[in-house]
């Protein structure tokens, strides 16, 4: 049967009356050029509010221009683009939405047409409405930055939701397989995580707990902690499937490493500590003696630099230190290691290098420091007392080594300044 009406309702007023909010989007520039009734009264705003007003102040899950021309891509690479986020209201609350977009032409100017669905109701349902084993799940899901299930004879990999929220991708992307993870590791954490991955499924680690570098859908890499287990086996034994969760520790990692900075690091001339130093110095001698080849050390003491805070202050000095400190470690070979031992010495360690050998690269820092433009600093040129001392001709103990090439420091002192000494020496000027 045939009905008839004398007027049907407008588009404006079909639009107005719908529940979902609705979006027109101009891609190029991010921002909204109309919307229906729900899609202002939905964030709390009037209508002349919401137009012009960009998709990445609202939308808090598409972060930047860079991830909005990735999503922009994805969206032309499909008929419909399903995107699950969350809207900002004008009170400053979130409200969970499930969007679809698709795009369309128009006089020749493209456009995108999101149908947004405030999902925070369906949410709460489905919270309801899951079972015991279900709300667990979903709460560790909440509890963390994502999840994952790997089926291994499949290769089959579930990443949840908000794993790939963490990453910048939408709910449909990121191929459900074992290589979508592989590739997105940092390739100087693969080799570790693998290993650590391996011995897990062989039975030699408990579970399997990893701390690397993941790459994001802009390209940059998040630390995150990777931490999984068996979680069934089949007839014989061997792993069929497992599961874990995923932390992403970014903030915390960017810390720590400040931290370690500032632990190892002499903060007026960026050089290495004096605790740092020893500790990377007898890590080179314990691999020379393992691997019978020498090793030299050298003291490097700045010459009459007392005169230079009395004369013109601290400050100057500092700024000879920093000076001298990068004349330094410009003039030295990339295998040589360099650290503030205290005041105005520093302390250098040669791999690999013997007695004859040194002579060169001692002879080179004398001459560096008499050709360096000091008139930056406003004062003359500043010269250097070197004392050397090397395993295994002068011992075979750190403390011994350094003790002697201190030794050899002053003696190349008392006998004028600007000179290289090696320990054992004493009468004989390099």
């Not at 520039?29 to 705003?45: M, T």
């Not at 740092?276 to 003696?289: C, D, F, S, T, V």
């Not at 040669?350 to 001459?367: M, V």
């Amino acid at each position: 049967m045939n009905l008839s009406y004398p007027s049907l309702p407008s588009l404006e007023i079909l639009f107005d009356n719908l529940a979902d909010a609705v979006y027109l989007i101009d891609p190029e520039s991010s921002k909204i050029i109309w919307c229906n009734r729900a899609g202002y009264l939905d964030l709390g705003y009037e209508k002349e509010e919401i137009l012009n007003h960009s998709v990445l102040s609202l939308q808090k899950d598409v972060q930047g221009l860079p991830h909005w021309d990735d999503v922009v891509k994805a969206i032309m690479d499909c008929n419909v683009f399903t995107f699950i986020g969350r809207h900002s209201h004008k009170d400053g609350s979130e409200m969970e939405v499930e969007i679809n977009t698709s795009h369309f032409q128009h006089q020749n100017k493209l456009f995108f047409l999101s149908v947004a669905r405030n999902i925070n109701k369906r949410m709460a349902l489905e919270k309801d409405l899951h079972s015991r084993n279900h709300r667990i799940w979903y709460a560790l899901n909440e509890a963390t930055d994502g999840m994952w299930e790997w089926e291994i004879e499949t290769g089959h990999v579930f990443f949840s939701p908000q794993l790939k929220n963490m990453l910048g991708y939408g709910p449909d992307e990121m191929q459900p397989n074992v290589n979508t993870w592989i590739t997105n590791i940092h390739p100087d954490d693969m080799d570790r995580v693998s290993q650590i991955l391996e011995d897990h499924l062989q039975g030699k680690r408990r579970s399997y707990e990893a701390e690397y570098r993941l790459k994001n859908r802009n390209g940059h890499y998040l630390w995150v902690h990777d931490k999984g287990k068996v979680c069934e086996r089949d007839d014989k034994g061997n792993p069929t499937h497992v599961v874990g969760m995923v932390e992403n520790i970014t903030e915390r990692k960017q810390l720590q490493f400040q931290l370690e900075a500032l632990a190892s690091n002499d903060v007026l001339t960026q050089l290495p500590n004096r605790r740092e130093g020893e500790i990377q110095a007898a890590r080179h001698l314990e691999l020379a003696k393992r691997n019978g080849r020498p090793m030299c050390l050298a003291v490097v003491d700045f010459d009459d630099f007392k005169q230079i805070n009395d004369l013109f202050g601290h400050q100057k000095g500092d700024e000879v230190l920093i000076f001298g400190a990068e004349l330094l470690r410009t003039t030295l070979r990339k295998s040589d290691f360099i650290y503030r031992w205290g005041g105005e010495e520093f302390v250098i360690l040669f791999p690999d290098t013997d007695l004859e050998q040194i002579e060169h690269i001692t002879d080179k820092i004398h001459r560096t420091f008499q050709e360096a433009d000091w008139k930056n600093i406003n004062i003359t040129p500043m010269t250097v007392s070197i004392g050397i001392a090397c395993y295994p001709d002068h011992g075979t103990d750190f403390g011994d080594l350094i003790k002697q090439a201190d030794t050899a420091v002053y003696i190349a002192k008392a006998q004028g300044r600007n000179q290289t000494v090696h320990a054992n020496l004493p009468t004989e000027a390099n």
